[in-house]
């Protein structure tokens, strides 16, 4: 009977410990509940990132070709030209001379590239400030791209054989990239019977005129843009200063590291009817030559996408933009729309030097 006292008075004296701590036998053995959300705040959700469907990004993978990391043989026109290099050694061939050496240099250097990938070339209306403080309404032609580090670029390697002699090749390189993007849009205009007239006098019989329009920064439509495109969360659309100050890390397994951006034009004429976007900045590769007057004169890979728009001018509608180059079933004006495009064949995208 004592003991039986003596176990309820400690069960007794246990509750009453429970009770005073806030708590309950039962409940200090669950887990305990998510703290509810303070009156007047609402709780913040998880917010997934968007996934685009299939097709809407256009990828373009980089094309890097080994001779890209290669100039020359050449001669280095200022060495050469330096006076009293040209000597007669009296215990070296004449080959191992520096003015010899000079005629034949061979330049060797890393060359990247990023691919590239972009939705439809689209138009939105915004009101744009004026310089003279006036809010002006505009069209403006715009494209969202990305573009992502894969890796793999093209590097020289260096070896020397068993007799001394070095050994050049060419090897995969990993490395952070910075994107100057340059983007411009240009197309071919249609003349007026006026501008037919006035072209013919000045010796030009061109029934089409070629207008060109560099990217702009328009900080104005950048976010009428991002809340049409929604590109996801934590992710920002870089204009074409702002995409020059990221670096683009390589890829990582779950992690592409990719850079969103987007390039805007303004005042398009809304005659134009067959029209390329040409970017550079994508790859460093470059080649050079001399031309007639002795300046030498360097080229840049340039990607070239191709688009046509059949609508008219008084009613621009961005349904009507297309990717890629006309088919058409007359072949004399099959050859002439491949000449605004300077290609032979019905090419969506190229890579040129330009």
Aim: aromatic share 8%; glycine share 6%.
């Amino acid at each position: 009977m004592q003991r039986a006292q003596t176990a309820l008075l400690g069960l007794l004296t246990f509750s009453l410990g429970l009770a005073c701590a806030g708590l309950s036998p039962v409940a200090a053995q669950e887990p305990a509940a998510a703290p509810a959300a303070a009156p007047g705040v609402t709780a913040p959700r998880a917010v997934i990132p968007r996934k685009l469907a299939p097709g809407i990004l256009t990828v373009i993978p980089p094309v890097l070709a080994d001779k890209e990391t290669i100039s020359g043989p050449a001669a280095v026109q200022d060495i050469v030209d330096m006076p009293g290099l040209a000597v007669t050694p009296n215990f070296l061939p004449l080959t191992q001379t520096l003015h010899e050496m000079a005629k034949e240099v061979t330049l060797r250097r890393e060359v990247w590239g990023l691919e590239f990938a972009f939705k439809p070339l689209r138009m939105v209306r915004v009101d744009i400030p004026q310089p003279n403080g006036s809010m002006q309404n505009k069209l403006i032609w715009y494209m969202v791209y990305r573009v992502t580090n894969r890796g793999e670029h093209r590097g020289p390697t260096s070896e020397e054989d068993r007799f001394g002699q070095v050994l050049y090749g060419v090897g995969s390189v990993n490395r952070d990239i910075r994107f100057f993007p340059h983007l411009v849009l240009e197309g071919l205009v249609e003349r007026t019977p006026a501008e037919i007239e006035a072209a013919a006098a000045a010796g030009r019989a061109e029934l089409y005129q070629r207008k060109a329009y560099l990217d702009r920064l328009i900080p104005a439509a950048i976010p009428a843009i991002y809340a049409r495109e929604r590109p996801g969360a934590g992710i920002r659309l870089h204009n074409s200063v702002e995409i020059s100050q990221v670096t683009i890390k390589p890829s990582v397994a779950g992690n592409e590291n990719a850079v969103w951006g987007v390039a805007t034009w303004e005042n398009i004429d809304p005659r134009i009817d067959y029209l390329s976007v040409f970017i550079q900045g994508l790859t460093n590769a470059f080649e050079y030559e001399t031309n007639t007057a002795g300046e030498v004169v360097f080229k840049h890979k340039t990607l070239q996408l191709n688009f046509w728009r059949p609508g008219d001018w008084l009613q621009e509608d961005e349904s009507e933009i297309h990717y890629g180059v006309p088919i058409v079933d007359n072949a004399k004006k099959q050859a002439e729309i491949y000449s605004m495009y300077q290609v032979t064949e019905p090419l969506d995208f190229r890579w040129i030097f330009r």
